[in-house]
């Protein structure tokens, strides 16, 4: 069992910055890919980044590219996103979810087996 905590949403400006945490508790968090997906009203819930176990691969949908940046401490059993240059298309809430897996990453929802409580964006023009 692995249950994640999401924290750092909030209201921000266009061009402003936010820092998403995603703290897990349960077997080695090492063992586990995390990826980020977000869901705006109506929409499907979409692929945002990964990175993998180990820290060491990343990857990220297009429409962020150059913009946020995934990361984690497996010390602290943490992950983040690292979000700059926002744009009000980026508001959503914002999920992290873990599927074990040492060495792959995984970009669908359906790959994942758990997932935070998700916590809200919002950029304002």
């Known amino acids: 069992q692995v249950q994640l905590v999401e924290s750092g949403g909030g209201l921000v400006q266009a061009g402003g910055s936010l820092r998403l945490s995603c703290a897990a508790s349960?077997?080695?968090?090492?063992?586990?890919?995390m990826g980020w997906f977000r869901q705006a009203p109506g929409k499907e819930r979409a692929f945002v980044a990964v990175?993998?176990?180990?820290?060491?691969?990343?990857y990220y949908a297009d429409s962020v590219k150059g913009r946020f940046t995934v990361s984690r401490d497996n010390a602290k059993n943490t992950g983040y996103l690292q979000m700059n240059s926002l744009k009000p298309e980026d508001t959503a809430v914002y999920y992290c979810?873990?599927?074990?897996?040492?060495?792959?990453?995984?970009?669908?929802?359906?790959?994942?087996?758990?997932w935070g409580q998700g916590t809200q964006v919002t950029v304002s023009s």
């Open positions: 979810a873990a599927r074990f897996s040492r060495t792959y990453y995984y970009t669908t929802s359906k790959d994942y087996d758990y």
């Open positions: 349960g077997r080695r968090f090492s063992d586990y890919a």
């Open positions: 990175i993998n176990g180990s820290g060491q691969t990343t």
